[in-house]
């Protein structure tokens, strides 16, 4: 059974991302320790909230290392979620400028509305079309509707990072990719059976 590290920095509704892990076949492990990553199969980075208090709090915790170590030195599975995968980036703008975990080449910055219909915050249901394959949105079919909550998005600077995007205000990333490091804009925790299977779906690298 996969061992799953929530990290939990404050930032976040953590008992509905553990049920929706338990339920999809995961051993879920809430915890604010980073030493406890050393110890999971898989790591999760959920989040609700502004991208320098997100940042702040990582930093405070002494989660930045241990994330580099784990993720990026041993290629453990990373699922960044909604504020989680923003904080993938290199640098976000909400609020003045501050820099992110490096691991995703671009930056965040607020969704522009395009037409009367691109309410800001966006939160509703949306449709979600994967840029290229990937075992993340297996048995997931193209256009599938997920549920987002933000006014924020990363743009990429490099389109090979591109997983997904969601053809609203404009059309915006909503997925990353990059090894072994994937994160989503909306939440898979919310989605239904989507969602369920794309937490599966990760479960299984």
């Known amino acids: 059974m996969s061992e799953v590290l929530i990290v939990d920095y404050g930032m976040c ?4 991302i553990g049920r929706a892990v338990e339920e999809c076949g995961g051993r879920p492990i809430i915890s604010d320790n980073p030493k406890d990553l050393t110890s999971a199969t ?3 980075l959920p989040g609700v909230g502004a991208f320098p208090d997100g940042m702040k709090n990582i930093n405070e915790l002494g989660f930045k290392k241990a994330l580099d170590q784990q993720v990026l030195n041993r290629g453990i599975p990373f699922l960044g979620i909604c504020l989680g995968m923003q904080l993938m980036a290199r640098k976000g703008h909400e609020g003045g400028e501050m820099d ?16 009367e219909d691109s309410r800001i915050p966006h939160i509703a249901w949306n449709e979600v079309y994967p840029q290229q ?14 549920y987002f909550v933000h006014s ?9 990072q591109v997983l997904a995007t969601t053809p609203y205000a404009g059309g ?11 994160g989503v ?5 919310k989605s239904q059976k989507a969602g369920f299977q794309l937490i599966r779906n990760f479960l299984s690298l």
């Open 133 to 146: 394959e990937s075992p993340l949105f297996e048995q997931i079919e193209p256009g599938k509707d997920f």
């Open 100 to 115: 992110g975990l490096g691991w995703i080449d671009g930056e965040v910055r607020r969704l522009q509305p395009k037409g």
């Open 152 to 160: 924020y998005v990363i743009e990429c600077d490099d389109e090979s």
């Open 42 to 44: 898989h790591i999760i």
């Open 185 to 189: 804009q909306f939440h898979p925790e």
């Open 13 to 16: 509704n953590l008992d509905s």
């Open 172 to 182: 915006f990333t909503s997925a990353v990719c990059k090894g072994n490091i994937f």
